[in-house]
């Protein structure tokens, strides 16, 4: 396997270059920060990324893949069955298709002794089930490429970690750095109705009494019935100072009164992805406030094309991660894979409640397969 590694000042930005050198078909193995030599103060995001033997043959058939999305389901299962006979060494297929969901819960009860037939009826089996949990055919068909580097070892008793592996290794997370020498400006964007305020209401409470922080929070949500209201009581209940801002140019003023404090937390506007104008004002007091880091907020309720497009359209926010809420209320969550897989970035927090602050978990790749995989309601 070819192993390389990539940095950037962003992970966005170091996803992409990996890309552009080695291809979608390039595996991330691991992400982390590091400091520059020049200055220990800047920090630098590292990917390291590993391309098999197959990396060409394997871009050729994404691109198939990719175009085939007009496609029915029976071209894709074909193209994975194809894709399979290398992993067993063209062993002959079973007559017939075997489609049980299987849960990480039944895999001690199956038999080590099957055969690869066996192996490739479950694998079809696994197959059908990410995509009824609505993992796209892109995503599926890089988890079967992974599989490939495996295939000496698996077996019907290991065949589903092997899986839950190749899908963590395709999940980005990245955590919200928080450091008490230096203040920090975060903002948190997106559409109306994900539970913007009541996520970074969560997000400031965590700040205050876990890492005991000095928070501040300022609000742009001055349009909303009653949203100033909702945070400016919060705020008082939970002694964080509470600014209000009604124009971009009093963001500069605002962030000085709050100069003293270590984490500042904005609140914006929820917006139609699709009204350009009212994306506009609000970026207008974002340009203004200059953040450190600005976190689109999506609900994981919304359609695999509602994510992308919203994702899309608030590109120029710049932000650095996802936070997706209302896990505990999504039928199926493949489309948290996709949406990371599409745009390179990472996903920080998953949010399964209204109750602050603890109904919000800190992203993290195993957790977040284990729950596409399962698709069992959080509590």
Known sequence: ???????????????????????????????????????????????????????????????????????????????????????????????????????????????????????????????????????????????????????????????????????????????????????????????????KTTTIAKLALIAKIIHKLDVGLISIDTYRLGALDQLRSFAEVSQIDFLAAYQPEEMPGLLKKLNKKDIVFIDTVGRSHKNAAQLKTNLEFLEAANPDETCLVLSSTSSNKNLLDTAKRFQSFDYNSFIITKIDEAAMLGSLVNLTSATGIPISFLTNGQVIPDDIIAADQDYISGLIYTSQTVQ
């Open 1 to 195: 396997m070819q192993i390389k590694k990539f940095t950037a000042p962003t992970l966005k930005d170091a996803t992409m270059i990996m890309k552009n050198e080695m291809g979608k078909e390039a595996i991330i193995l691991g992400t982390r920060i590091i400091n520059t030599p020049e200055n220990l103060h800047t920090k630098l995001y590292e990917i390291t990324a590993g391309l098999d033997e197959y990396g060409q043959k394997a871009a050729d058939r994404q691109k198939i893949i990719t175009h085939s999305n007009e496609n029915n389901n029976s071209d894709f299962l074909a193209e994975l069955l194809s894709m399979s006979e290398k992993i067993y060494q063209g062993k002959s297929k079973p007559k017939k298709m075997i489609y049980d969901i299987y849960r990480k819960s039944e895999t001690t009860e199956i038999n080590k002794n099957k055969t690869p037939d066996d192996i490739e009826a479950k694998l079809k089996s696994i197959v059908r089930y990410l995509m009824e949990q609505e993992v796209n055919k892109p995503v599926v068909s890089s988890i079967m490429e992974q599989l490939k580097k495996y295939k000496n070892f698996l077996s019907n008793d290991n065949l589903e970690k092997y899986v839950l592996s190749c899908l963590s290794s395709l999940i980005l997370t990245k955590g919200l750095e928080i450091k008490s020498d230096k203040k920090k400006v975060v903002a948190v964007v997106g559409p109306t109705g994900v539970g």
